[in-house]
């Protein structure tokens, strides 16, 4: 029913930059709070942003400075503009929201996450 769906994922040069976008589909009565995830291979999974109805923002020490997480609420759609790319960001990214149904007449609020979208950067 409801869907996130990512692009923007590649291979990029050290230094570099890449822009990730996540785009929710469905029937959403609304989004509330959304971030980025990433995995490396044979590592967990570790928070890289989130961000706020009202564009409050959090950041992972190691991406601060370089990342930046943004929301475009009439297009259901966030984003994560990544620049000074390091090989160590090399992992699959993952979007995930907080996502709001009308199911019955009652608000359910559910957490999805998108299939994920490979960065990776060379040396």
């Known amino acids: 029913q409801v869907q996130l769906v990512e692009s923007g994922g590649g291979l990029v040069q050290a230094g570099g930059s890449l822009r990730l976008s996540c785009t929710a589909s469905g029937s959403i009565s609304s989004i509330n709070a959304m971030g980025w995830y990433r995995q490396a291979p044979e590592k967990q999974r570790e928070l890289v942003a989130t961000i706020t109805t009202d564009d409050s923002t959090n950041y992972a020490d190691s991406v601060k400075g370089r990342f930046t997480i943004s929301r475009d609420n009439a297009k259901n759609t966030m984003y994560l503009q990544m620049n000074s790319l390091k090989p160590e960001d090399t992992a699959v990214y993952y979007c995930?929201?907080?996502?709001?149904?009308?199911?019955?007449?009652?608000?359910?609020?559910?957490?999805?996450w998108g299939q994920g979208t490979q960065v990776t950067v060379s040396s």
């Open positions: 995930n929201a907080a996502i709001a149904i009308i199911r019955y007449g009652r608000r359910y609020v559910n957490n999805y």
